[in-house]
């Protein structure tokens, strides 16, 4: 069974920096695309940035110029280098992926358990 193991999340000052990962595992034919999304207490969850299997990267308008995703396909992992944090980024990070596994047809999306980061003085 395929699986996300998010790992990186702590507690830094505003202005530090902290790099995320994400390794899935599991019976993987391919995997079409991978992202991290966020949410802060009492609100929704967002997208922050996503990464295909072309390397192609899109981020949310609020981390574009800070945050930097990129993804090891040999080792089925991706990276959130995050950067001059601020306390607003502070958040629980999930990892989500679009998986194909073998004997299945279809694309299954997946979601870690999350990782805790706080932007703090």
């Known amino acids: 069974q395929v699986q996300l193991v998010e790992s990186g999340g702590g507690l830094v000052q505003p202005g530090g920096s902290l790099r995320l990962s994400c390794a899935a595992s599991?019976?993987?034919?391919?995997?079409?695309?991978m992202g991290w999304y966020r949410q802060a207490p009492g609100k929704q969850r967002e997208l922050v940035a996503v990464?295909?299997?072309?390397?192609?990267?899109n981020y949310a308008d609020s981390v574009k110029g800070r945050f930097t995703i990129t993804r090891d396909n040999a080792k089925n992992t991706i990276y959130l280098q995050m950067n001059s944090l601020k306390p607003e980024d502070t958040a629980v990070y999930y990892c989500?992926?679009?998986?194909?596994?073998?004997?299945?047809?279809?694309?299954?999306?997946?979601w870690g358990q999350g990782t805790q980061v706080t932007v703090s003085s």
């Open positions: 599991g019976s993987i034919f391919s995997i079409i695309v």
């Open positions: 989500n992926a679009l998986i194909r596994e073998y004997n299945n047809d279809h694309a299954d999306e997946l």
């Open positions: 990464i295909n299997s072309a390397g192609g990267r």
